[in-house]
């Protein structure tokens, strides 16, 4: 059943991808951990971001802004009146529930009674709510749906919904329990780029059209918080900020959808699996002019993975409005002075990492060389992505051929991160590595100490062929390109 997010989880956790933050101490919801192969992993795709962002556009450079804040850039912003989520107030208690453990509450009660039917029918709507807006509203159905079942049950008497800001505040600096002292963890790192506009226009000699790339983590306290790292309270963004002439806004919106939708598929993500999702126009947040999500076809269903907007002179003006500071473009040739539009791409790098899984994660029917079948497990990453690159075996244990492969993995290792594997069979190691989603094996054998040549083996096909020790590294270097 490849239609949850449960053999991703699983293989995620025992092949060392991803793992819940403090797991010793029952873990903290919604938080989560790389291990050593998610690392790679994450940052081999926060690499083929910024690649393409920063170094495949002139224009585009980078920033890496704080994540703590003045407390106005929020106020600006919109996030400290704007940015929440409806929360359940129950009155009777007088105790505050966030609605999901409410709800989670309540279904565990139904499975106490012994309808454990209906609780698993409720955890699973639970769990297979959409987006966080739509879930908030699939929540309240519940609710409702529960009080029509049993108006007189005293299950819930909610009267009132309060709004619940997302973000997650701290105390800055030792004058702490003022509401002055109060900072924000950034809950985007968009706000990072618009208020470094000025400093980035006049040292990086940059001219309308030109974009601020970013990445770097987000926090946002969410009141539904479930599915893996599709939705995490601590997060990394990657978001890129195109400042362009009011009037050539729209031109680079459309632009930009199609770079984007682009660089998805240069990752190796099938297209049958991606989407625009295009917001109506009486959908769209107070900022934007016009916005399309990027869907990937997960196991839970179509998803977002990137939003683009037109987010128009919004930010900018009102920082220009709550710094006093003007955040204009001066146009040399035609004398002209305006505030920008920005188009934005904004993408998760987790939800990115979770989607490049879901879409490489493979089981096949294989024959052994016995003759038996049996079910392989496969990572088909694109090989750019790979935690690790190669494998290399030597056949045996015997001296020669582990000399011959540890100066196979010396070299390698400069470009590449690879792995010397020398225990069990070799088709134990194949799957070993199917599983890490490493696209290349080499074995080195007695013939290799003959002809200076080894076995590589392909992950995706199975196939070997053979290659001079010497063009190892060429050879993949153009297979990764190819
Ligand atoms: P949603 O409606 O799903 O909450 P959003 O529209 O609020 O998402 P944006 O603010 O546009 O999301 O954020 C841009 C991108 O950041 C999203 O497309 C997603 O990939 C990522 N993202 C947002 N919130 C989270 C989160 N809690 N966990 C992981 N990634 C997130």
Not at 41 to 48: D, G, H, I, W, Y
Not at 147 to 162: C, K, L, Y
Not at 365 to 387: N, S
């Amino acid at each position: 059943d490849l239609n949850s997010l449960d053999k991703i989880v699983s293989l995620a956790k025992s092949r060392g991808f991803i793992f819940q933050s403090s797991e010793i101490y029952g873990g903290l919801a919604a938080v989560y951990d790389y291990g050593p192969l998610g690392v790679e992993l994450k940052r081999r795709v926060n690499e083929a971001w910024w690649t393409s962002m920063t170094q495949k556009h002139e224009n585009i450079v980078g920033v890496d802004a704080a994540i703590l804040m003045h407390p106005k850039v929020w106020k600006a912003s919109g996030h400290v009146d704007g940015f929440s989520d409806p929360m359940i107030d129950d009155k009777e208690s007088k105790r505050r529930y966030r609605a999901d453990m409410l709800i989670e509450d309540h279904i565990r009660k139904i499975e106490e009674k012994g309808d454990t039917e209906r609780a698993a029918a409720l955890q699973q709507q639970l769990d297979t709510c959409g987006t966080r807006k739509s879930m908030t509203e699939d929540l309240y159905d519940i609710i409702m749906a529960e009080e029509i079942r049993s108006p007189d049950s005293g299950a819930f008497n909610w009267t009132e919904v309060r709004q619940f800001n997302l973000m997650f505040s701290t105390q800055f600096g030792a004058t702490a329990n003022t509401e002055d002292a109060k900072v924000y963890l950034r809950p985007e790192t968009a706000q990072g780029i618009f208020v470094n506009f000025n400093n980035v226009m006049n040292t990086a000699r940059q001219q309308v059209p030109f974009g601020i790339a970013q990445i770097g983590k987000a926090f946002r306290n969410e009141v539904v918080a479930r599915q893996f790292v599709f939705r995490m309270r601590e997060f990394e963004q990657m978001e890129m900020q195109y400042f362009v002439a009011p009037g050539s806004d729209e031109d680079w919106y459309l632009r930009w959808k199609e770079e984007r939708i682009g660089w998805h598929k240069s990752i190796g993500i099938r297209e049958k699996n991606l989407r625009f999702l295009d917001h109506p126009q009486d959908k769209l947040a107070h900022y934007a002019k016009s916005a399309v999500d990027v869907q990937y076809r997960f196991p839970i269903g179509w998803q977002e993975v990137e939003g683009i907007h037109n987010r128009t002179d919004f930010d900018l003006s009102q920082h220009q409005e709550f710094s006093g500071k003007k955040l204009e473009y001066f146009n040399p040739q035609t004398k002209e002075r305006f505030v920008p539009y920005v188009i934005e791409t904004s993408i998760g790098l987790d939800r990115c990492v979770l989607m490049t899984l879901c879409d490489a994660y493979r089981e096949e029917e294989v024959t052994d060389e016995k003759g038996k079948t049996e079910t392989r497990t496969v990572l088909k990453l694109h090989p750019k992505l790979a935690p690790i690159t190669a494998g290399i075996f030597p056949l045996i244990k015997k001296p020669e051929l582990m000399e011959k492969a540890r100066a196979i993995q010396a070299e390698l290792s400069e470009t590449w991160r690879v792995q010397f594997d020398e225990k069990g069979s070799i088709g134990k190691r194949y799957r070993r590595l199917d599983e890490a989603g490493t696209p290349y094996c080499i074995t080195v054998d007695f013939e290799t100490l003959e002809d200076q040549a080894v076995t590589v083996r392909h992950r995706d096909t199975m196939a070997q062929e053979r290659i001079p020790i010497d063009g190892l590294e060429r050879y993949i270097r153009d297979q990764i390109k190819s």
